[in-house]
């Protein structure tokens, strides 16, 4: 069986896909990144442990059109979710993130973003199963298909940043549906995934930063697999 291509049209006020070399003043790539399209599948229907998604095409329906802004952040990071689930479950103290603390680790801080505005995209992806699910395929398909035309969503879909939220809706034929935006851009090596995708992975895995070589043509950005060769990977040294 082959995966059936699903797309998603999706829209939102405010963008951020941030470049990971600029890790203080955010600057959004002008397209969203396979990764952050890849999100938004997710949020909508997804087995860790029984596919992926794999994004295989973005189309730029606006031009795109950048926002400055300047907020207060706070300098912490935010914990991870095994961490705030045990202190849910009471097998850990609580650990506060202060926002007005006075020393370098927390309280907060004036940073710049520079953000895409009035975004919209269409969106092409499959459901990839892992070994052994190959005979769910239709099943996840399905459910997928259902969900995105109900508006269901396992959480928030969101455009780069947690605060920038996605809004989206199922494509599907015969609605005649609007061509690109006459846009043409060399991106040079764009974000890929932040997250190896040969595997399933768990919560707890440690960034593994993909890079490919973006190009937009006639609005169309054309994502190879992850397994190509055009997707440039994180060599891990052996102990």
């Not at 006020?13 to 890849?38: G, H």
Request: net charge neutral; hydrophobic share 35%.
């Amino acid at each position: 069986m082959h995966p059936t291509p699903q797309v998603l049209e999706v829209w939102g006020e405010l963008a951020c896909f941030t470049r990971p070399e600029l890790k203080v003043e955010r600057f959004s790539y002008p397209v969203i990144t396979p990764s952050a399209a890849r999100s938004i599948f997710e949020a909508i229907y997804w087995k860790r442990d029984r596919f992926r998604w794999q994004v295989t095409r973005v189309e730029m329906l606006s031009e795109p059109r950048y926002l400055a802004l300047r907020r207060n952040e706070v300098k912490g990071k935010a914990h991870a979710d095994s961490t705030i689930r045990k202190w849910m479950t009471g097998k850990a103290e609580p650990v506060p993130l202060w926002a007005d603390g006075e020393d370098e680790q927390t309280g907060r801080t004036q940073r710049q973003t520079m953000a895409l505005k009035d975004v919209r995209y269409r969106l092409h992806a499959q459901v990839r199963p892992w070994p052994g699910h190959e005979d769910e395929l239709p099943g996840f398909e399905a459910c997928f298909r259902r969900r995105a035309r109900n508006g269901q969503c396992v959480w928030q879909p969101y455009l780069g940043c947690r605060e920038f939220p996605a809004y989206f809706r199922l494509v599907e034929e015969p609605r005649p549906e609007p061509p690109p935006a006459p846009v043409h851009l060399d991106l040079g090596l764009m974000l890929y995934d932040v997250f190896d995708a040969s595997r399933p992975g768990s919560p707890e895995d440690s960034p593994a930063i993909s890079v490919f070589h973006g190009l937009v043509v006639g609005g169309v950005m054309e994502v190879p697999d992850f397994a190509d060769a055009a997707v440039l990977k994180a060599v891990r040294e052996e102990r």
